[in-house]
């Protein structure tokens, strides 16, 4: 096969790639070569792994055959580095970890692996997943596909530098303040939040506020797809969302029949500045939805309160914290200020002086913000909003490193990244939609906020949009 051909083999849909397996037209090995074959030439430039499993790759490949009647066997998928791959290292982009191997796969890692997909690598994050770029001592800057100089998002970078550029057709993603729709938003590609407790976090975890993985895709039936694989509890969650009628795929398959949706460009972050362009997104997206018959209203959400950056931190400060915790358990010892890079260390030293008290009001006013946005999105069957308030920041302007003001990152990264954390703290699902491009050609995303754990419901929404003005065949210039 052609480098050529390889490479317009990973733009595919991924369940168009698994039938040709299926049906053997296609090897599974020969996709999963074109997969490494297309980081081999990318990565060098992107820095979107952190580990490559070539020999492990194709030797599952090769076991693959023709018939496999697995739904995805044979495609090839990246797993972000925060989540265990038995056997490879699981680093969170962090020195303090070092080289730790993982014991086990988590439970994203075994169900993607139950229906067939093959693990090829692992991808880049901020270090801990803290920040919206991906940039970290350790392994440096990954790099926006759209444009070298700009960031690919985060925290999810990784993930979404791979897909975007076609080193990998999917890729795993997580999200606990905006880390799966925030790269979708940088690098033309869907994400989705699902509802709190859609796709359980074990074995580790049980619950957790905030976070909820998902993956990163060019298309709307793709996400839906893998998001029917994901889903449902493991034994011993601690809690989990009620389960669909049907599949998420079936119902996103469906007209949404005629919808009220609001529109806002009102920030939650009241000093953030919103890019006129990204405002402009907005009332395009909403003429778009009056044109395929929806009724659109502009109507601000609750969600403007000067508070909420400093409660979500103290709530989010914690969740993030708790893994260099963990970390200090497995290796035997606490960090130190050299374990880490200055924002990590400042943030962990921020951790350490909240009560656990304090921590719990912090949630406490967290879950009243949430049940404003529910009760007030209830009036609506969406909410359509920027994904960002900015373009895709050039690599820099968010600084980890910098040990004059190693918060300074973090708070900068409150006014890039406003519209994405509020469905963290309510539960909700939403998802960024790459349907613009802006006039240099960096993509351009709205998010679409959805009722509690109606994901198919929005999906369908979501893919009434894309079939009326598809976007999965642009593609970066490399």
Request: charged share 20%.
């Amino acid at each position: 096969m052609s480098t050529a051909a390889g490479a317009d083999l990973l733009f595919r849909p991924v369940h168009d790639l698994a039938a040709q397996v299926r049906s053997g037209d296609l090897s599974a090995r020969e996709l999963v070569q074109a997969s490494l074959d297309r980081i081999a030439e990318l990565n060098p430039t992107l820095n979107a792994f952190v580990d490559v499993f070539a020999d492990e790759a194709l030797a599952e490949a090769d076991g693959i055959a023709p018939g496999d009647d697995r739904p995805f066997a044979g495609v090839p998928i990246a797993i972000k580095n925060n989540r265990a791959v038995a056997g490879r290292r699981l680093t969170f982009a962090s020195n303090m970890v070092g080289d730790f191997r993982a014991p086990y796969d988590h439970n994203v890692v075994a169900r993607l692996r139950a229906a067939g997909f093959v693990v090829v690598g692992t991808t880049t994050l901020p270090e801990w997943g803290i920040l919206p770029t991906t940039e970290t001592a350790r392994f440096g800057a990954t790099r926006n596909p759209w444009d070298q100089s700009r960031t690919p998002g985060g925290s999810s970078g990784g993930s979404a530098a791979a897909v975007a550029s076609g080193m990998v057709p999917i890729a795993h993603a997580n999200d606990g303040g905006g880390s799966t729709r925030i790269p979708a938003a940088c690098c033309g590609l869907v994400g989705l939040k699902p509802q709190r407790g859609r796709i359980s976090l074990g074995p580790e975890v049980g619950h957790a506020f905030l976070v909820a993985d998902g993956v990163l895709t060019r298309t709307v039936r793709e996400t839906a797809e893998v998001l029917d694989l994901l889903s449902g509890p493991m034994l011993g969650d601690m809690t989990w969302a009620p389960p669909p009628a049907e599949p998420f795929a079936a119902t996103a398959a469906r007209a949404p029949g005629r919808l009220r949706i609001a529109m806002s460009t009102l920030s939650p972050v009241p000093e953030a500045v919103v890019d006129p362009v990204a405002v402009q997104a907005v009332q395009d997206a909403a003429r778009l939805l009056e044109s395929l018959g929806h009724e659109v209203v502009e109507a601000d959400p609750p969600w403007a309160r000067p508070e909420l950056s400093a409660v979500f931190t103290a709530s989010f400060g914690p969740a993030v914290c708790t893994q260099i915790r963990l970390a200090e358990m497995i290796l035997g010892r606490e960090a130190t200020a050299e374990d880490m890079e200055p924002l990590s260390w400042a943030l962990f030293g921020l951790c350490r002086s909240i009560s656990s008290v304090d921590a719990l009001l912090a949630e406490f006013q967290l879950h009243g913000v949430g049940r404003d946005l529910v009760t007030w999105v209830d009036q609506y069957d969406a909410l359509l909003t920027p994904s960002l308030a900015e373009a895709p920041l050039p690599l820099g302007t968010l600084n980890p490193l910098d040990a004059d003001d190693p918060m300074g990152a973090f708070t900068r990264s409150a006014s890039f990244t406003p519209f994405t954390p509020p469905c963290n703290i309510s539960g909700q699902p939403a998802v960024s939609l790459p349907l613009f491009e802006r006039e240099d050609g960096l993509p351009l995303a709205v998010q679409l906020i959805g009722q509690p754990a109606q994901e198919g419901a929005l999906l369908a929404l979501a893919a009434q949009l894309e079939e009326a003005q598809s976007w999965a065949g642009r593609r970066p210039d490399l």
